[in-house]
């Protein structure tokens, strides 16, 4: 999800630039140009986190500025399909939940909250669930899916998640899950030894 890619471009500095080092000038550059900004080949851009070479600044006549190429890291935010991530319930709406996923929100459709009929409590601004009484509010700590990755360019980008498989939800409901795969896994065990001794018989 969290990935740091190295990459080379042209910058152009300015001569306001030109009295600090160049890999100073570049980094501030570069932070205008690639910070928060959303590529389909690296993700969502958080930060640059190094530069790694500056080049020597070629002069084009009748341009003030000089040109460089320079090689530098981001840490990018790169969602893949199928990847489970934990985030946090930021709004709820008619529609859905928004969680928070690092420096992205993503949608939990209503129909992908979990296995059970599910309404929107506009008063009390929460989901609840008919038959498990599963209750998903703003601010719950959520683990889900990624189902679908659309990351368009510039600043926005769309990402769809899931909670409906065993194991993912609010947290509460995935140690509840998890309370009853443990205990079905023990009433195996029981069932089994119980025939074992049946047949020694």
């Known amino acids: 999800m969290f990935k740091i890619f190295s990459i080379s471009t042209k910058v152009e500095i300015p001569p306001f630039l ?91 459709h209503v129909s992908q909250i979990c296995d059970d009929y599910i309404s929107y409590e506009q008063v009390g601004n929460r989901f609840i669930g008919k038959e498990t009484g599963k209750i998903l509010e703003v601010n719950n700590d959520v683990r889900t899916k990624v189902i679908a990755v659309s990351l368009g360019t510039g600043r926005s980008g769309k990402l769809g998640l899931t909670m409906r498989q065993k194991f993912l939800g609010k947290l509460d409901w995935i140690e509840a899950d998890v309370a009853e795969e443990y205990a079905n896994i023990e009433a195996k065990k029981l069932k089994a030894s119980e025939e074992e001794e049946v047949s020694e018989e």
């Open 18 to 108: 030109f009295g600090q080092p160049k890999e100073t000038s570049a980094r501030i550059i570069l932070s205008e140009e690639y910070e928060g900004i959303i590529t389909r080949d690296y993700g969502f851009i958080i930060a640059i986190v190094d530069v790694l070479d500056v080049g020597q600044g070629i002069i084009i006549p009748g341009n003030a500025n000089t040109f460089h190429q320079v090689e530098f890291s981001i840490l990018a935010f790169r969602p893949k399909l199928g990847e489970v991530v934990e985030g946090e319930v930021v709004e709820l709406v008619d529609f859905g939940a928004f969680c928070r996923l690092g420096p992205l929100d993503g949608l939990v």
